[in-house]
C-alpha cells in the first residue's frame, strides 16, 4: 500500500484536511505501507512558503510524519512529457475560446434547453488555423478528450460509484499560460509515484470518474488504484461547515489549547459508529477501519471534541507535561488541578491562584464566616487532611455546612466558584497567602 495526502500550499489546513491526513497515515501505517505527502503547488500565485511550512508544521503537531515528500513545483518537466504523450495520442487538443466567449456559449445552450457542456469546436480546427492563430499572438489552452460512456469503480466508503463522461465538458489541463491543472497533475503524480489508494473527500467524486479516464490513456492499468471518498463534515447543526473553517483552522485549534490527541481521536472515528478515544496516530492507527465509516455527512460538534479534550487532559501523567507548565509547577500542582482542565491553558489561571495575586470574592453576608475561619486557620505544615479539619472547626463555630460553608471559602481563596479539591489545593497556596485572602476578603 502507498498512500497520499495532497494539500494545497494556499491556506492552512483545517479540520478536513486533518480528517484526510489522517486517515491515509493510519491505513499506512496498520498495512505496513508508505505515506507520501505531496504538496500540490501548481497554482503559483496563490501557492505561498509560509503555507507550505505551516502545513508541514501542523502535521507534525498531529503527530504525524511521512516517509516521502514531493512538490508539484519540481516535477514539471514529467507533466510536460505526459503531456506530450496525450497530444500525440489526440486525447488532448488545443482551443482557442476565450473566457468570454466560452460564457456565450454555455448561456446560449442553457437556453436552447441542453446542459452547458463544451461543444468539441476546437477539434474541427486545422493545424493550419491552429498555426495561424498562434502567429498572431494567441495562447491555446488544452483540453483532455473524454472517452464517453461511463467510468465505475467500488468505493471504498461509498460502495458503488459511477460517472457519466458523457455529462461532463472536456476538462481543461493546461492553461493559455502553460500552466498545469490539479485534475492532470495529481493523476501523473499518482501513476509515476506507486500510489495504490487515494482517499479524499466526497467532492472529488466526478474527478475520480475523469481521472480514472486520464490513467488510462497515460498507460495506466484499469484498477491499479482504489479509491474512497469520505463524505464531508457538516457543522453540529447539520449546515455547511466551509462557512465556519475559519474557526477550525489547525492553527486556531491549537491556538486555543486543544490537544493534538484528542483531534485525532475525534477525527479518527468522526463519521463512524465508534466511540472517539483520544490518542497518538500510532495509538489509533490500528484500530482505524475505512469500512465503518459512514456514507453520510459526518457532523463536527466542538462540544465533543472538547469533551474527549478534558478525557485526555484528566488522564495526562506529570511527565507528559513537565515541559509545559509553569516555572516552578510540580507533580503536586498537575496532579492538583488536571482534573479541572477543560484546555491546557487554563493550568496557567490556577498556577496564579497558587503562586500569584488574585482578586478574592467576599460577601457581606459571609463576612462573620470569613473571620471565624481567618482565627481559626490552622499553623503550618499543611497536607491534604488540613482543609477538611480546618472546615470542621469553622462549621462548629458558625452552624454552617455543605455550599453555605464550602462556598465562600472557595470564593475567598481562588476567586472562583469551582476549582481543584482543595484538600489537595490548599497545601499549595499556603498559610501566608490564604490568611492576605481571607482578610481581604472579609474587609
Wanted: some cysteine; overall charge neutral; aromatic content about 8%.
Amino acid at each position: 500500500m502507498k498512500v497520499r495526502f495532497a494539500p494545497s500550499p494556499t491556506g492552512l489546513l483545517h479540520v478536513g484536511n486533518a480528517r484526510i491526513a489522517i486517515a491515509n497515515w493510519c491505513l499506512a501505517r496498520q498495512r505496513g505501507g508508505r505515506f507520501l505527502l505531496r504538496l500540490d503547488d501548481t497554482d503559483t500565485e496563490r501557492s505561498k512558503p509560509e503555507f507550505a511550512e505551516g502545513i508541514e508544521e501542523d502535521l507534525r503537531w498531529l503527530g504525524l510524519d511521512w516517509d516521502e515528500f514531493l512538490k508539484q513545483t519540481d516535477r514539471l518537466d514529467r507533466y510536460a512529457a505526459a503531456a506530450e504523450r496525450l497530444k500525440a495520442s489526440g486525447r488532448l487538443y488545443p482551443c482557442l475560446e476565450t473566457e468570454e466567449e466560452l460564457a456565450y456559449k454555455r448561456e446560449q445552450r442553457i437556453r436552447q434547453g441542453k446542459p452547458p457542456l463544451y461543444d468539441r469546436a476546437a477539434l474541427k480546427m486545422t493545424k493550419e488555423q491552429l498555426d495561424r492563430a498562434i502567429a498572431n499572438g494567441k495562447s491555446p489552452h488544452w483540453r483532455f478528450l473524454l472517452s464517453g460512456g461511463s467510468v465505475e469503480w467500488q468505493d471504498g466508503v461509498l460502495g458503488k460509484r459511477s460517472v457519466k463522461l458523457t455529462s461532463l465538458s472536456d476538462p481543461v489541463l493546461i492553461r493559455a499560460d502553460g500552466s498545469f491543472l490539479y485534475t492532470f497533475t495529481s493523476v501523473v503524480d499518482d501513476l509515476e509515484t506507486g500510489i495504490t489508494d487515494v482517499v479524499r473527500g466526497e467532492d472529488h467524486v466526478t474527478n475520480t470518474g475523469i481521472q480514472i479516464d486520464i490513467l488510462a490513456a497515460l498507460g495506466g492499468r484499469p484498477g491499479a488504484i482504489r479509491f474512497a471518498h469520505l463524505p464531508l463534515l457538516t457543522d453540529a447543526d447539520g449546515g455547511p461547515l466551509s462557512k465556519r473553517l475559519g474557526s477550525l483552522g489547525l492553527r486556531q485549534l491549537r491556538r486555543d489549547g486543544v490537544e493534538p490527541a484528542a483531534l485525532v481521536g475525534y477525527l479518527a472515528a468522526l463519521g463512524s459508529a465508534m466511540d472517539p478515544v483520544p490518542g497518538t496516530p500510532a495509538e489509533v492507527a490500528g484500530s482505524y477501519d475505512l469500512g465503518k465509516v459512514s456514507r453520510s455527512a459526518a457532523r463536527f460538534d466542538p462540544k465533543q471534541l472538547l469533551a474527549l479534550n478534558r478525557k485526555w487532559l484528566h488522564g495526562l501523567p506529570f511527565a507528559a507535561v513537565q515541559d509545559r507548565l509553569p516555572p516552578g509547577a510540580g507533580e503536586d500542582f498537575w496532579l492538583a488541578v488536571r482534573g479541572n482542565l477543560d484546555l491546557f491553558r487554563e493550568v496557567r489561571d490556577w498556577w496564579d491562584v497558587v503562586a500569584g495575586d488574585i482578586v478574592p470574592m467576599g460577601e457581606p453576608a459571609d463576612a462573620e464566616l470569613l473571620r471565624i475561619a481567618t482565627e481559626t486557620l490552622p499553623e503550618e505544615p499543611w497536607d491534604e487532611a488540613t482543609w477538611p479539619a480546618w472546615t470542621a472547626a469553622v462549621a462548629e463555630r458558625t452552624g454552617r455546612k455543605g455550599k453555605a460553608l464550602y462556598l465562600p471559602l472557595r470564593r475567598a481563596l481562588t476567586g472562583e466558584d469551582h476549582g481543584p479539591d482543595l484538600k489537595a489545593f490548599l497545601p499549595l497556596i499556603g498559610r501566608a497567602r490564604a490568611l492576605l485572602r481571607l482578610r481581604q476578603a472579609t474587609g
